[in-house]
């Protein structure tokens, strides 16, 4: 069993190693494995997932200091916090006494009490009480805070590095910080934020996220009369993104209210982008969708998935009518990527041709990705 699942690894591997050594139009898909492989998932966590930084959610969770929400990012207990000091931090959320949890859910505290045996944090993660314990000679309460996770902020969205080696992110984004500075994300405010579980693998939705080839077919009630399939135009990525501009049809009304620094072409398009390896992003000209993506096994992917607008107005009917928007479409995803995943339990799909670039280019640039981590040269 074992030897079969290093086998399917190996395979996967040179199948990456492969690709990278094919030019754009002789583009295609990885095999079935690539998405069902509890062994590759296993790689995965370690040689990509730990060492990169991933998004747990967006700064407006957190926008008041205290304010706390808790997470789980492949097994590891976190809490987002913003501390009194306005900083803001990703703690562990286990216990240094015997491993509890401290904390639940979210909320606004100056404290985390876990619950097991009172010991308590402020919201640094500093010990600040533990009964009984100064009568332990062994006992030292400045060596017993809640570990801290390196954090990144950067466009409203809260980053996590879990091995603490990664480069600064930032740096990896510069031209796509160029492709959005106009839409001003920093001026966009949280005004909703929801989980969800989706039976399939974390990157089929990543790719289907990130790809504009099914707009029309798949979302031809929803989508495919604002930004069609047509109209779809890729970016030129980097080293740590991908993305599309998804323009919109000429038929169907502006889009604004506009941020009075986009220029008329920006006023016309959604760029659609990925943040490697598991931030997806529909930034329209009025709001902002996003979702964090999370492994919890080959074929299920947990989702916080958010939206930002211009107004800090979470009740608005445009807020309500966006979100109703996001959710017909996503119906409409899900159902196409849990039948894929069932489908992919097959002996006979080795992988397919990519549609050009400029429709699926951004799932070739994500499988290049993967192959720099997993195949290196
Ligand atoms: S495990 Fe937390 S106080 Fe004992
Ligand atoms: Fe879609």
């Not at 789980?72 to 916090?81: A, F, P, R, T, W």
């Not at 979210?106 to 010990?127: E, M, P």
């Not at 950067?154 to 510069?174: H, T």
Request: proline share 5%; with cysteine; charged share 25%.
């Amino acid at each position: 069993m074992l030897n079969h699942a290093s086998d399917d690894v190996k395979k996967l591997r040179s199948e990456l190693a492969h690709l990278k050594t094919l030019g754009k139009e002789q583009a295609r898909s990885m095999p079935a494995d690539y998405y069902t492989s509890c062994a590759f998932l296993e790689v995965e966590k370690d040689e990509v997932l730990r060492r990169e930084w991933l998004c747990l959610g967006h700064i407006g969770e957190v926008r008041n200091p205290g304010d706390f929400f808790t997470t789980e990012m492949l097994g590891e207990q976190l809490i987002v916090v913003r501390d009194q000091e306005n900083v803001v931090r990703v703690l562990s959320n286990v216990c240094r006494h015997r491993g509890n949890r401290v904390a639940e859910g979210r909320g606004n505290s100056r404290k985390f009490i876990c619950q097991y045996h009172t010991w308590s944090y402020d919201n640094t993660g500093a010990l600040v009480a533990a009964p009984f314990m100064k009568k332990q000679p062994a006992f030292d309460q400045s060596k017993c805070g809640l570990p801290e996770f390196s954090s990144e902020i950067w466009n409203g969205w809260v980053f996590v590095n879990l091995d603490g080696n990664a480069q600064s992110l930032a740096s990896r984004l510069d031209g796509l910080q160029e492709v959005i500075k106009n839409y001003h994300t920093d001026d966009r405010f949280l005004v909703f934020m929801e989980e969800d579980t989706w039976d399939c693998n974390w990157k089929c939705l990543f790719e289907n996220f990130m790809e504009g080839y099914h707009l029309s077919a798949t979302h031809l009630e929803t989508l495919h009369a604002i930004t069609p399939t047509r109209l779809c135009k890729k970016m030129t990525s980097g080293d740590g993104w991908t993305g599309y501009h998804a323009f919109y049809d000429p038929e169907y009304p502006p889009r604004g209210p506009f941020h009075p620094d986009l220029t008329e072409d920006e006023r016309n398009n959604s760029p659609m982008y990925g943040v490697y390896p598991n931030l997806v992003v529909g930034m329209a000209t009025n709001f902002t969708l996003f979702m964090c993506l999370r492994p919890s096994g080959p074929d299920k992917v947990s989702i916080r998935w958010g939206v930002t607008s211009l107004e800090d107005d979470p009740d608005a009917q445009s807020v309500k009518d966006y979100v109703e928007l996001c959710r017909s479409f996503n119906i409409e995803d899900r159902e196409k990527l849990e039948i894929l995943q069932k489908a992919l339990n097959t002996k006979t799909y080795h992988g397919g041709p990519l549609a050009p670039d400029d429709f699926e280019g951004t799932i070739w640039d994500f499988i290049h990705y993967m192959a720099r981590h997993l195949a290196p040269a």
